[in-house]
């Protein structure tokens, strides 16, 4: 069992930047693919990316490519999200998943999730 504890989300201005962290709990962290998704009021979750295990490798989706970015640290079993120039359609609660299948943009592939952070972004 896996526990993942996400944190830095806030309230940001149209045009800030936000560093998501998602801290798991077990030694064998690197041993797990993780992404990161959102989900706002109303709306499915989202993928927005996802880093391999060793961190060499990472894919972004189209809608948050070049504004996120995606980041591991293994000795510190921490996984980021460095979010730019974020508008409000941004606002949302954003989760880290702990997977198998790098670069999954499925729920279902994902084994463990966060309680999420919220993210606001006003105009």
């Known amino acids: 069992q896996v526990t993942l504890i996400e944190s830095g989300g806030g309230l940001v201005q149209a045009g800030g930047s936000l560093r998501l962290s998602c801290a798991a709990s077990?030694?064998?962290?690197?041993?797990?693919?993780m992404s990161w998704f959102r989900q706002a009021p109303g709306k499915e979750r989202e993928f927005l990316a996802s880093?391999?295990?060793?961190?060499?490798?990472?894919f972004h989706a189209l809608s948050v490519k070049g504004r996120f970015a995606i980041s591991r640290d293994n000795a510190k079993n921490t996984v980021s999200l460095l979010m730019n120039s974020l508008q409000p359609d941004d606002t949302a609660v954003y989760y880290c998943?702990?997977?198998?299948?790098?670069?999954?943009?499925?729920?279902?592939?994902?084994?463990?999730w966060g309680q999420g952070t919220q993210v606001t972004v006003s105009s």
């Open positions: 998943g702990a997977g198998q299948r790098y670069g999954s943009t499925r729920q279902e592939d994902y084994l463990y």
């Open positions: 077990e030694r064998t962290f690197s041993q797990y693919v």
């Open positions: 880093i391999q295990r060793s961190g060499d490798k990472t």
